[in-house]
């Protein structure tokens, strides 16, 4: 696609990799595809199997999560290091008790259109995270309040 369709999905979607060997998932929602969200951070370790990079509400099969990535793979990765600035993103469907993902990344997105939470961080000076200050109210579903 073009640059503005590539720039839109990444800021949409974020970073995702194909499957390996032609394998397909079909989500929790229905929609089967060949690729699966990918973190973007840096964590502790380096990464070597598709386990440890994959971001998603749907898990991957357990063999997959165990194949090992190319090094191509691996350096195709990108990466939010933990000196950047406070990064919030949406759109992964998460679930728990909002929190930080790491020191200076956050997501917001806690499945609200799924009956989850409505999630927002109160944001003063901090240059870190603080997960005191994530707050949120239950979405319900409607034949709750029946």
């Not at 998603?56 to 191509?72: C, G, N, T, V």
């Not at 020191?103 to 995270?129: F, H, I, Q, W």
Request: aromatic fraction near 12%; glycine fraction near 6%; hydrophobic fraction near 35%.
């Amino acid at each position: 696609g073009s640059f503005a369709d590539l720039a839109c999905n990444r800021l949409l979607r974020g970073t995702d990799m194909r499957l390996p060997h032609g394998a397909t998932l079909t989500s929790s929602d229905g929609y089967t595809r060949a690729f699966f969200r990918t973190k973007f951070w840096v964590e502790d370790e380096a990464p070597r199997t598709y386990g440890d990079i994959v971001f998603q509400p749907d898990a991957l099969p357990e063999a997959i999560a165990r194949e090992p990535l190319s090094e191509e793979q691996k350096s195709s990765l990108l990466t939010y290091g933990a000196d950047e600035p406070l990064l919030f993103v949406g759109h992964y469907w998460r679930r728990g008790t909002p929190a930080p993902i790491r020191p200076n990344l956050a997501c917001l997105d806690y499945s609200a259109v799924m009956y989850g939470k409505l999630a927002a961080y109160r944001l003063d000076e901090e240059t870190r995270l603080d997960r005191h200050k994530f707050v949120w109210v239950e979405v319900k579903r409607p034949e709750a309040d029946e």
